[in-house]
């Protein structure tokens, strides 16, 4: 595997690999800390194009003042161990520095999509978001990338740009991996307290029982948000930041009154909940027939 | 040569004659009624490329509201004609639906640099540039973009766009190309009376005496914007948009103390001028040599 850390080397090596642009680019572009979900999509990326590339950048243009960007955990040994060993052929690690050597005077902005959700939460976060992959992928030219759908915001949103910006990359959504008990893998539940880290099983168990709750005949949007709400806050420290229940991927909500098991496009239930300073996010897409 | 209308044909011919990205490709956005200034652009192109990718687009989202979209004047046939005579491989005439098949949600903003000059008189109009230059760079994948510098202050926001993205395209700043009595070549140009016409000289005119001026050794910024101005309004019909003195590519005004004999780095002298309801554009850079 390849290690570069400078854009020079990343295009030197990505040009040499894919004899100029004509062996496919799968693109893995992560924040490090790499787990398991992670390694499904480095993977996946291997399998489906001739080169597999991961970028490791810890992002600040999309943290708010107020979040984890300083305490967000990093661990590079171990990053650079699981990519090699989930078939990747070149890693991208660039500092800051390197890629914002001036701050960017260049906004990429999604209205609409970003209005809600973690958008809501964390204002700018998207914007950030857009930024980096917009130069991530004019750097890395991939014919895929690959995103979880944990992130299902993130998802819409960079297809949103693609769509709009006529960018030449395919964008492959993958699920969510979980923990055996349910929890969404995720690298800030390395920040849960033993306690917090066995109440947060209340988001997947709560998306479990709304697949069950949705196929009821009376069950509104309405009615569904409320119970998913009240069985999240059975959990005692759980704080929630939103639960909403919006189309997908327009992310409109969806009307108070309308029936769950009439579904006519998906629609996606997602969360984002604080045990102490860990603020963590699910969701699931229910599709009209019922499937998830 | 080739004329693709579609987004799916582009792609396929510029794959093709580009063999899978192996042959360089030098691309010239214009908003077509292609004047010598165009054909300059398109010959550089082609001079320096494999491939010489030509678009003819007017693209609605960088028109204000009040502007002339509707009346932008239009000729497909001599376009056509003069882009093969000035070596085009490839043009690529979308339609407003090919291009925004639904209105965008995303915008790429460039700030600082688009407060003053055309982007003060025309709010939005830049921002425009930035979505159809980001959509059209990603439809073609230009090793080389090819700009008019008539246009001085959207060569130094696309310039940033670049920068700040990523985008592995060279912008090619080329000199604007003018009529024998000085008038820069303009499509709107067009639009004016022959009383106006005569009288529109007096931009590059104003453009040739500053660049006097500004060796003598008392002129500062201030007395030179003076003076163009006083020059412009000398013409009846001017009726000034806007005269500046700025440093490029930053667009930082001078200060009016500033003397110009003692510049440190390049000075843009740009004007909008309007004769009745024509609106011109002329600009000159000075380089602390005394260069032009």
Known sequence: MIVARTIADLKEHLFALSEGGRRSIGFVPTMGYLHEGHASLMREAKANNDIAVLSVFVN???????????????????????????????????????????????????????DRLCGASRPGHFDGVGLVVSKLFHLVKPDRAYFGM????????????????????????CPTVREPDGLALSSRNVYLSAEHRAQAVVLSQSLALAKDWIQEESMTAGLLLSSVKERIESAPDAVIDYVELLRYPTLEPLDEQELMHKLESPALLAMAVKFGTTRLIDNSLYHPNGGV
């Open 60 to 114: 600040p243009t999309q943290f708010g003042p107020n979040e984890d960007l300083d305490r967000y955990p990093r661990d590079e040994a171990r990053d650079l161990k699981l990519s090699e060993e989930s078939g990747i052929d070149v890693a991208f690690l660039p500092t800051v520095q390197e890629m914002y050597p001036k701050p960017s005077k260049t906004s990429v902005i999604v209205s609409g999509l970003t």
């Open 150 to 173: 944990k992130d299902a915001q993130q998802v819409a949103v960079i297809q949103q740009i693609v769509n709009d910006l006529n960018f030449d990359t395919i964008i492959v959504p």
